[in-house]
């Protein structure tokens, strides 16, 4: 059962190949390579706090992408009121836009936390089938909302100035950022890793297996499932804000459904209720589209049936390929 | 005179044209073992139910400790100290023994939103924990995955988990389901070890056990209560032994 | 009032189009606890071989028939072969894998198509409007749909109440395990149903086809508010599609064309169009809230 070591050794690996990667990928001339690693980190993000309710809490929830999409439109929205020189509100007091991480991304979970604790009210009153319905036609709601919101460019979406301002930062750089969004996500995993293990962290995980069992000894499951729900929708928020600066825009195709289908692969691809299975799953998807889109424009055509295979003959997903073989699966 | 534990009053319950629970008024005293027998569809199942909170009644009250739980919810319920244990296992299957009856330690430990310190490793989960595991003698089990124990094993698990919420009164639905003579035999004896500690509302179909331990019997037929007592009384009931045991009423009586 | 009697009229045909997608939807939620993403795709390909027919032939009804048994034989042999396997696993398993046929299927479309869109001309003989009051014209072709939609419901109706069928498929929507017990071939059962499902999603994406454009992708937006139909009339009863249906169909096109007008009342014009649109988009998410929050399992709740 025990192998702290190989475990720990790994790690080191993995962390100092993280490190090193703008410096290494600058050395091979391919230094773009910078720009792909810090796009799958973000997702690796978001796929991370997905992995929270669906993986450990066992709720499907296949409405993610409203929460990030909400998070980019926050940074987005401030952002273009800043440049634009235009407060957001003057009445019942003024409001301006602002360019500073530090205000833009807490608001940017705020907003996003906000509004999966909403969805989570209504969502977590039903299960199964209907949850997922459900969720998927609130993010759809949020989707039409955004493409209606003509002062923001409906549906063409908003390009932003510049990146958000970090005090002591140059958030331009595409290495200096890299960073940020590496602490960010190495800070996600960890605070993750804990929490799943928490007081809060094992009643979710109770309830994922036997609500109730759960409720039957006493646990008020829902206020926990939509505790945990809000906390992702806050941390998908905070990678919608990132993925907003890295590509200096924002549109309702943040917010599309095959997104939020797209999260859902990338966490059954790594391994659904592993800590760092969603990031490996991330990495793979997000390659494989940069592998295969390469050769063909139809890339899809292959990926999709590759889905229903991995469905039908790999269940445990790539953690259950590289962790061990036949293992009881315990979290 | 004491006051129950738990007063059903006139409860009822419908479902289209079927009356599962008709009016029943039912009692049990504080530490008492009462036995609840009743042919199949005579409404156990459905009284259970809404005993623990998972069915409202269309009318009726229930009283638990001296308060109306009728329209409480079921982890509310739990909390006043009214547990239940499931007909059929109702386990954490991923989780061992221990973190089993841990996670019913920690429901009456407060609120769960803490989120830094491993509750696996939180002494003043495991120490309770540990201790309901040695009293129904599965200490040696605590570490195993709930899904690799024994039928007989998950059986007392599963009345472990309920103890481990501290209930002044424990809802038995068939604790025995499933088990061999031997299992039977061991669980009788760890449930009259109980006795006079917390009291119990056993629903059963095990007549040897429920003679065994019950201080009173309530018989339930077509939602109703046919007849309540000792059970000797009730063995001597004719009114029971017409309507329970049906056309084989004297090899049935026999058997009781 | 003319207005609110054509936008009625309107909302119905919209209605009956989401009737179409969800009463499939609904059944193979039901029954199979199956979440079928795919259904869109059929409605899709429908569509797709409709037109493609349609202008080989230069008949319309041709289209419709080949249509339907192509998007029926295409979801027969996808249950046949992969989707049938699923029906006793997780819901998330089966939102993947087909989630991944819909990118298939967009994609192949894409190939053989290519990406522009396609069109389905009306047929002649449904061009044109009928006069329904007297000074009040309305599109020939949208009646039809109605009227076609309302005679599906119908035979619907016969199909389930009075056929052997229909005897199991309700006896499968309120209980599974006795559908087994009655010893029917229930894989039978269930790739029948698959392909009576896909047949009416692939009608619904026929009809569909001349008045919006025929592209990729076209089945999503409709599966999604089918979703919401399911889930507002309460998964598995076919009634309760119906009537929600109906409702969706009118709330989401009443919405739209009476909110800005109504809130004008209220704000400045801009405001009240700016607000007005983004309300609309938003009406029949609000209204299946509104529902869930008072009936958690919809409207006709089909089990327990």
């Given at each position: 059962m025990d192998n702290g070591l190989p475990r720990l050794i790994l790690a080191a690996i993995l962390a100092a190949a993280l490190l090193a990667l703008p410096a290494l990928v600058?050395?091979?001339?391919?230094?773009?390579?910078?720009?792909?690693?810090?796009?799958?980190?973000?997702?690796?993000?978001?796929?991370?706090?997905?992995?929270?309710?669906?993986?450990?809490?066992?709720?499907v929830s296949f409405g993610h992408a409203a929460f990030l999409g909400t998070g980019a439109y926050v940074v987005g929205i401030l952002s273009h009121h800043a440049s634009m020189g235009i407060p957001i509100a003057?009445?019942?007091?003024a409001i301006a836009g602002t360019e500073s991480a530090l205000i833009a991304w807490p608001l940017a979970m705020l907003a996003a936390g906000a509004l999966a604790f909403v969805i989570g009210l209504i969502s977590l009153r039903t299960g199964g089938l209907y949850f997922i319905m459900i969720t998927l036609a609130f993010a759809q709601m949020v989707y039409f909302f955004f493409v209606s919101l003509e002062p923001y460019g409906g549906d063409d979406g908003l390009s932003m100035w510049s990146r958000s301002r970090l005090p002591g930062l140059d958030l331009g750089s595409d290495t200096q950022f890299y960073y940020v969004v590496l602490?960010?996500?190495?800070?996600?995993?960890?605070?993750?890793?804990?929490?799943?293990?928490?007081?809060?962290?094992?009643?979710?995980?109770?309830?994922?297996?036997?609500?109730?069992?759960?409720?039957?000894?006493?646990?008020?499951t829902r206020r926990y499932r939509l505790a945990a729900f809000t906390l992702a929708g806050a941390v998908a928020g905070l990678a919608g804000a990132l993925i907003a600066n890295q590509t200096e825009f924002v549109s309702p195709a943040f917010l599309h459904w095959t997104r939020s289908g797209e999260m859902l692969v990338m966490v059954i691809l790594g391994g659904i209720g592993t800590v760092l299975g969603p990031a490996l799953g991330a990495t793979a998807f997000l390659l494989l589209e940069e592998v295969f889109?390469?050769?063909?424009?139809?890339?899809?055509?292959?990926?999709?049936?590759?889905?229903?295979?991995?469905?039908?003959?790999?269940?445990?997903?790539?953690?259950?390929?590289?962790?061990?073989?036949?293992?009881?699966p315990r979290d | 005179m004491t006051e129950p534990l738990l007063r059903v009053t006139g409860l009822r319950k419908a479902f289209g044209a079927v009356v599962a629970t008709d009016g029943l008024h039912l009692d049990v005293m504080p530490g008492e073992v009462h036995a609840l027998i009743g042919p199949n569809g005579a409404g156990k199942t459905t009284l259970v139910a809404q005993l623990a909170g998972e069915i409202a009644p269309d009318?009726?009250?229930?009283?638990?400790?001296?308060?109306?739980?009728?329209?409480?919810?079921?982890?509310?319920?739990?909390?006043?100290?009214?547990?239940?244990?499931?007909?059929?296992?109702?386990?954490?299957?991923?989780?061992?023994?221990?973190?089993?009856?841990?996670?019913?330690?920690?429901?009456?430990?407060?609120?769960?939103?803490?989120?830094?310190?491993?509750?696996?490793?939180?002494?003043?989960?495991?120490?309770?924990?540990?201790?309901?595991?040695?009293?129904?003698?599965?200490?040696?089990?605590?570490?195993?995955?709930?899904?690799?124990?024994?039928?007989?094993e998950q059986r007392q698990l599963e009345i472990a988990v309920a103890l481990a919420t501290q209930p002044r009164l424990l809802l038995l639905d068939e604790p025995m389901a499933g088990l061999g003579p031997e299992d039977s035999a061991w669980m009788v004896e760890l449930l009259g070890e109980l006795r006079g500690e917390v009291a119990m509302l056993l629903i059963e179909h095990d007549m040897d056990a429920v003679f065994t331990l019950a201080d009173r019997i309530t018989v339930l037929v077509y939602g109703r209560a046919?007849?309540?007592?000792?059970?000797?009384?009730?063995?001597?009931?004719?009114?029971?032994r017409r309507a329970y045991l049906g056309d084989g009423a004297e090899a049935g009586a026999e058997a009781v | 009032m003319l207005l609110i009697l054509e936008q009625t009229l309107n909302g119905l045909q919209l209605g009956v189009m989401l009737f179409l997608m969800a009463a499939g939807l609904t059944l193979i939620c039901g029954i199979m606890s199956f979440i079928n993403l795919a259904h869109g795709s059929l409605y899709m390909v429908g569509a797709y071989v409709a037109a493609t027919v349609a202008q080989a032939t230069g008949s319309f009804l041709l289209g419709v028939c080949a249509a339907l048994p192509a998007a029926g034989l295409v979801a027969m042999a996808l249950e046949?072969?992969?989707?049938?396997?699923?029906?006793?696993?997780?819901?998330?398993?089966?939102?993947?894998?087909?989630?991944?046929?819909?990118?298939?299927?967009?994609?192949?479309?894409?190939?053989?198509?290519?990406?522009?869109?396609?069109?389905?001309?009306?047929?002649a003989w449904l061009s044109g409007s009928v006069?329904?009051?007297?000074?009040?014209?309305?599109?020939?072709?949208?009646?039809?749909?109605?009227?076609?939609?309302?005679?599906?419901?119908?035979?619907?109706?016969?199909?389930?109440?009075?056929?052997?069928?229909?005897?199991?498929?309700?006896?499968?929507?309120?209980?599974?395990?006795?559908?087994?017990?009655?010893?029917?071939?229930?894989?039978?059962?269930?790739?029948?149903?698959?392909?009576?499902?896909?047949?009416?999603?692939?009608?619904?994406?026929?009809?569909?086809?001349?008045?919006?454009?025929?592209?990729?992708?076209m089945g999503e937006n409709i599966l999604i508010l089918a979703f919401v139909v399911i889930v507002v009339g309460g998964i598995g009863s076919v009634r309760g599609a119906l009537v929600a249906a109906l409702l969706v169909g009118l709330v989401d096109t009443l919405g739209r064309a009476f909110l800005p007008t109504l809130l004008q009342l209220a704000f400045d014009p801009a405001t009240a169009n700016g607000v007005g649109a983004s309300l609309a988009s938003m009406t029949i998410y609000i209204f299946m809230a509104a529902i869930l929050a008072w009936r958690p399992q919809g409207l006709f709740p089909a089990h327990g």
């Open positions: 600058e050395a091979a001339g391919r230094g773009y390579w910078t720009g792909i690693a810090t796009h799958v980190l973000i997702f690796a993000l978001a796929a991370g706090s997905l992995n929270l309710i669906l993986g450990f809490g066992g709720m003057t009445w019942p007091f602490a960010l996500v190495a800070l996600a995993y960890f605070l993750k890793s804990r929490v799943i293990h928490s007081r809060f962290g094992v009643v979710l995980r109770g309830s994922r297996d036997n609500d109730r069992r759960m409720r039957a000894i006493g646990h008020p889109s390469g050769w063909t424009e139809h890339w899809m055509i292959v990926l999709g049936p590759l889905l229903l295979a991995v469905v039908l003959f790999a269940k445990r997903g790539l953690w259950g390929l590289v962790s061990r073989p036949g293992e009881v | 009318d009726g009250r229930i009283d638990f400790a001296g308060a109306d739980i009728t329209r409480l919810s079921m982890h509310a319920r739990t909390r006043r100290g009214l547990a239940r244990s499931f007909q059929i296992t109702s386990l954490f299957p991923r989780f061992t023994a221990l973190e089993n009856v841990a996670l019913a330690v920690q429901a009456r430990a407060g609120h769960a939103f803490r989120f830094w310190r491993p509750a696996w490793r939180d002494p003043t989960l495991l120490e309770p924990a540990h201790a309901v595991l040695a009293r129904l003698g599965l200490d040696l089990h605590a570490d195993r995955p709930a899904s690799t124990l024994s039928h007989g046919l007849a309540s007592g000792t059970p000797d009384a009730i063995r001597a009931d004719p009114e029971v | 046949w072969s992969a989707l049938g396997r699923l029906y006793d696993r997780d819901h998330l398993d089966q939102v993947l894998a087909t989630f991944g046929l819909i990118l298939f299927f967009n994609e192949l479309v894409k190939i053989v198509w290519g990406a522009q869109p396609i069109f389905l001309d009306t047929p006069e329904i009051v007297p000074g009040v014209p309305y599109s020939t072709y949208r009646l039809a749909i109605i009227v076609v939609g309302l005679a599906v419901a119908l035979g619907l109706y016969l199909l389930i109440a009075r056929t052997r069928v229909g005897m199991l498929i309700r006896a499968g929507a309120s209980n599974r395990r006795m559908v087994s017990a009655l010893g029917v071939d229930i894989k039978r059962l269930y790739t029948l149903i698959f392909g009576l499902g896909a047949m009416l999603a692939a009608l619904a994406g026929v009809m569909a086809g001349p008045i919006y454009a025929v592209q990729v992708g």
